[in-house]
């Protein structure tokens, strides 16, 4: 017979647990005891669930950096005794949290599944229970005592991506997630399908928290017309340290002389400048065109297919381990957690 596995379910708030304030109409983040009472089919999963709530549940729009590291120390503090971690959150910012916190556990040999919906789980028609009951049976998958997905992931709508692949592409669709540049982890079907060769293989290692992440970064996205005063303006932000430019195409940006410049100026003050593409799938490509051979020589950093959600949690939490400046474009340029290719 195989082991009940023990899962802990964390709630930070999101649509999954709202309900609609009587007075003003709009949703509101409750109570996650009466959540739970909406689901009675949790009893009949083969694991034992325990759970755990944010003090005050709130509407991922408000989730900021703190709130990962709130999230990550209970996943520290009870790393021993769960095989598998649910993690209830809206889903409007799940792709910018899920993605920083794939870089702050490092060594994570468990499975972290972030999940919501985009109906409360009173409604009717609500996504919320095939979500969260089938992210709960991906976090108690074992074989071999072995966890078959050990790593942080993102189940939304029967399919189960890497969390740091993913970007919310529809506010009104089930299908709220969708990950261009790697293959779903799991497909949800009339079977629970791992597509076992995606998958981060599990490690021995001890776990790593990493809890300090440097906000003091930016995201520039290019467009036709641009001025000069607003790149130059995102350039000289007091106390700036990185900057994730949101380039065309394969990575490709004006080639006036003033935009080269004032980059370089910038790259020359120490501050790391990251080309991602503002494609939502494909890679950079520097050198291919060019209007990016200009970006390579003046030592912009290549962020290739990674996505702007993932390159902001890999920048605040490279500024946050005090990489070097000599290595820092490198380690952003190495795949850290399946992030890139
Ligand atoms: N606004 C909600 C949130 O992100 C939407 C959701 O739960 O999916 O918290």
Redesign the pocket.
């Known amino acids: 017979m195989s082991k009940q596995r023990n899962i802990l379910l964390v709630y930070t708030?999101?649509?999954?647990g709202?309900m609609k304030d009587p007075k003003t109409g709009a949703?509101r983040a409750f109570n996650f005891d009466k959540l739970l009472k909406n689901i009675p089919e949790l009893n009949l999963l083969d694991c034992k669930i325990s759970t755990q709530s944010f003090a005050k549940p709130?509407?991922?729009?408000d989730m900021n950096t703190e709130y990962y590291i709130d999230l990550v120390e209970i996943i520290e503090q009870n790393y021993d005794d769960f095989d598998g971690f649910v993690v209830l959150?809206?889903?409007?910012?799940?792709a910018y949290a899920s993605s920083a916190i794939s870089f702050m556990l490092e060594n994570l040999s468990k499975p972290v599944i972030f999940t919501?919906?985009?109906l409360p789980i009173g409604d009717l028609r609500t996504d919320a229970k095939e979500n969260l009951i089938t992210a709960i049976q991906i976090a108690a998958s074992y074989i071999n005592d072995i966890p078959t997905v050990p790593e942080v992931a993102l189940y939304f709508e029967y399919q189960l991506y890497r969390a740091n692949r993913t970007t919310k592409i529809n506010a009104e669709h089930f299908e709220?997630f969708t990950s261009l540049n790697y293959p779903p982890l799991a497909t949800s079907g009339v079977h629970l399908k791992f597509n076992k060769e995606a998958i981060m293989p599990y490690n021995k290692k001890v776990l790593i928290v990493r809890k300090i992440l440097d906000t003091n970064i930016a995201i520039l996205k290019l467009f036709p017309g641009i001025t000069k005063t607003t790149i130059s303006s995102t350039l000289n932000i007091k106390n700036i340290k990185g900057i994730i430019i949101e380039t065309y195409g394969s990575g490709n940006a004006p080639t006036s002389i003033w935009f080269i410049e004032l980059l370089k100026k910038a790259i020359k003050k120490g501050i790391f400048i990251i080309n991602v593409t503002q494609c939502s799938g494909g890679s950079v490509t520097l050198g291919q065109y060019d209007t990016s051979m200009q970006l390579k020589k003046i030592g912009i950093i290549d962020g290739k297919d990674i996505t702007t959600e993932s390159a902001v949690g890999k920048c605040m939490y490279l500024l946050g381990a005090k990489i070097s400046s000599k290595d820092f474009k490198s380690v952003f340029e190495t795949s850290l957690r399946g992030e890139i290719v």
């Open positions: 708030g999101g649509t999954i709202m949703l709130i509407d991922s729009s959150s809206g889903s409007d910012t799940m919501g919906s985009q709220a």
